[in-house]
């Protein structure tokens, strides 16, 4: 771990007003897939299947090992502590807690009940996830979201987990970032299972949502003492000229990436316009689906990376087309935009349109690609990146926007999907040869800001 003095480490200037509000939560996240290892623990699942294809990772990689994080789980614990996080969201691996028949293993949750504990015991609150993007293969085999049955054994799944899990976790988060799982998976194909077909996404987002509306239900039933909510990637979408074809595929853009998916969560329907009705000639919905997709939310998670700039689209098989970032924008190693006032811009946005209910931001980060150096990492563009967005969302507080916590992604460096290992997005560094973990002084700055406030 690192010896960098704390006086070396420079401060996140984060309003204080924020700091002073003792009830919001500062935290951080990951995701099972990414970070836990030990695949001959658990069933297959669609990311196993996905990684062996020739050139769907950049790296070659794959997560058989990634942080070791089943391993190392009481080293990432006392980290986290040392860090003085007030919450972890972390993501319960469905392929390692359910077998092939559908039953739940209680070796596979074994590890999950001792972290919970370890949690409850600190006074950490716990944010679990059950659904981050690791379909077991079988059920892909079988269709995967584009058929309706994985939505209840997925409401089986949670009902199980729920049930054993009960009285340990603070908040359920049902699925994360169903826009991912739905059009990179089956629609792009850039993502696993690496379906393509127009619609397909969709199809398979209709699924998704029927999948959280079924297993919050089983879980209010199962853990009442809990709170419930899911987490939705979201963007703001900004055209790039004022002209009526730019102008018209921005909005379609916010309708398919937002909208699509806070519509019916919230308002019980999906959008209304020419594009919805026609998307909607091939979303197989039944009698119920609307009013059970619109159970009501304990809270919103909402993951922010970058904003989403668009323009007309020049193929008759799309809606709009995402155009490259500016030359003049600081972009990280991902090529994403850097720009904290689009989360400003998409909370306000949402609060205008919607009557939302607590919202936590769930995840955001920055990716590097920056190696330790003689036991530090000094990754001060992180540092800026969290200072920059945590005014932001200040700002968006003082406006009016009901927001209760901030998860940093990520704990630790891990396996980026795609990207395999090439980017790091933690305040933790991990040397995958060693396993070894090191503060980097982004994460440093955290707890120094989390230390002032107490």
Known sequence: MSTL?????????????LLNRHTFLFGAATSAYQIEGRPEGREPCIWDAFCTQPGAIRDGSNGKDACQALAHWQEDFALIKQLGLDAYRFSISWPRVIDANGQ????GLACYQQMLDDLQQAGIASDVTLYHWDLPLAMEQQGGWLNRDTAYRFADYAE???????????RWCTLNEPWCSAHLGYETGVHAPGKKGRFQGQRAAHHLLLAHGLAAQAIRAADPGSQVGIVLNVTPCYAISEQRADMQASDNADMLHNHWYLSPLLEGKYPDGELAEQILTHVPMQKGDMTTIAQPLDFLGLNYYHPTRVAAAHQADREYQPMPVAADCHINAMGWECDAKG????LLQLHQRYVLPPVMITENGYADELKAEQGRVRDKRRSWYLQQHLQALAEAISSGVDVRGY???????NFEWTEGFSK???LIYVDYATQQRIIKDSGLAYQQMLARRR
């Open 5 to 17: 003095s704390m006086a070396e480490v420079p401060e996140l200037e984060v309003p204080q007003h």
């Open 104 to 107: 739940l293993k209680a070796d």
């Open 160 to 170: 199980k987990v729920s049930q054993a899990l009960a009285g340990k976790v603070t």
């Open 343 to 346: 989360l400003k811009d998409i």
């Open 407 to 413: 998860f940093a992604w990520s704990l630790l460096d």
């Open 424 to 426: 790091r997005f933690g």
